[in-house]
């Protein structure tokens, strides 16, 4: 059978609710369109238009999760916040995108979750596939639902997945090959505890086989209770990972001289080995990688280089929304005198941070934004780091140009929501702000 077969099969004739009307909730409305349900209903706590959603019945406002009793199927969308409002027979009924696809796809899949790295993991080994003259696509959490390209998906095409926890919340498969990079305090705003949200990222390997392939990062084997072969990453120990600036995968190691790579930092040493080493179970060589990787520009908003403004680097790094990221991103960049933080205050630990700034770090001036800049700044005890505090981004960037002498980083630590619709809009922001005193400046100078 098809793909699309299968969906039909599974839909037909059920009652479904698309619970969350966004992107991936109008690419579920059109995906239904030929799968002869009994009845579609959309619920969302935002008004739908009716001509957005003809033929289907409206479940919106405060009560919008009243409708979920009546039904077969609950098509969830990763937005939807749920928490412990519902049954657990509403639960049972709970899948998505992700959930069919990796039930019904019979192509080769490379699933990609992790706090952290996934967007530039899946990327590069896409990228990687790619080049070694290969089919495939990337899709899911980088703004794809899972099930919208299902018509390009050809015979041989391996489908690299990024999977966020929401994503992979209500899964009940895995991915021939699962990586986990790493797990630490996120989105607890959406959980009821941090083991909710480590939970949900283990669902990438807990439907795996013997068949299957579980790369994992060093600091969460613990976790890998699984039929997979299981593959350790690490920073100096493991199956692979990096070392002494190079990396090694199983016995090889790759020296520092032969990674010619854009991308900065140990942690992307750590990207890199992973990315390649998933890249060889779809029958890509290390060369091959090795090859490609000076091509690999990097992403937007990860450590991306903006401009010189009087003589210091601005660096965008507004994917950053945990502490450990921050923490990287001025590793990465060792003599960076200026750090921007703070953002939305979700109620994550901040101590490994402060603590960082409280060393022996090159940062001078840390300007901090609200909300969540506040707690870290509270428990910095360096002296030779000046506490800044600024309004907005404007204002933050300003400070900036006032006080760099060598780098400015823009590492948030923190996610955008309440003052960004997402961080691609606040690095967008960041990036417009500076290129504007940058040609002010130059205007001046003239």
Known sequence: MTIDEKLKAFFEGKKVVILGFGREGRSTLKLLGSCNCKSITVADMNPVPESEAEGCTLCCGEDYLTCLDDCDVIMKAPGVILKNIVSDEI???????????LRFCDNMIIGITGTKGKSTTSSLIKFFIEKSGKDTMLIGNIGVPPLERREE?????????????HQLEYVKASPDVAVLLNIYPEHLDHYTDFAAYRNAKLNIFRYQNENDTLIIGEEVKQYADTKARVITAGFSCGDI????????????????????????GEHNLYNIAIAIYAAT????????CLDALPQFNGLEHRLEYVCMLNGAEYINDSISTAPQTAIAALKAYPDTDTLIIGGMDRGIPYDELS???SGDTSVRNLIILPDSGKRVAEKVTNPLVKLIYADDMEQAVKYAKQVTKTRCILSPAAASYGFYKNFEERGKHFKELVTCLL???????E
Do not use: H
């Not at 639960?91 to 696809?101: E, G, N, R, W, Y």
């Not at 050809?154 to 997945?161: A, G, N």
């Not at 040609?439 to 100078?445: E, K, L």
């Open 439 to 445: 040609y002010t400046s130059d205007a001046a100078d």
């Open 281 to 288: 179970k779809a029958g890509c060589t290390v060369k091959q």
């Open 241 to 264: 990972g990096t070392r002494n600036g190079g990396i090694f995968i199983g016995d090889e190691f790759y020296p520092a001289d032969v990674i010619d790579t854009k991308l900065k």
């Open 355 to 357: 603590d960082w700034l």
């Open 153 to 165: 998906f050809t015979k041989d095409c391996v489908i690299v997945c990024e999977m966020s926890c």
């Open 91 to 101: 639960k049972a009924k709970i899948t998505s995108q992700t959930d069919l696809f």
